[in-house]
């Protein structure tokens, strides 16, 4: 719990960082992509802190192509 508390304080250090140089380029874009990639971030810290199961991309990968895998084996 202390982690996670941790991961969300350093986040909010971030964003107070780094919205006063975003907001004074006033790009919207940037904004947005900056805010969701952060929120991702921090969820996914979350959740590797509190030893949630985060789903490998290779899994879904391996299980598309394991049928392929067997025919040629």
């Known amino acids: 719990m202390k982690n996670s508390i941790g991961i969300i304080m350093i986040s909010i250090i971030i964003v107070i960082y780094e919205f006063k140089s975003l907001k004074e380029s006033d790009s919207k874009k940037e904004v947005w ?32 192509y394991s049928p392929i895998n067997n025919i040629l084996h």
């Open 33 to 64: 992509s900056f805010s969701i990639l952060l929120l991702f971030a921090t969820i996914l810290g979350i959740m590797k802190v509190l030893d949630i199961n985060i789903p490998n991309p290779l899994d879904l990968v391996s299980i598309i």
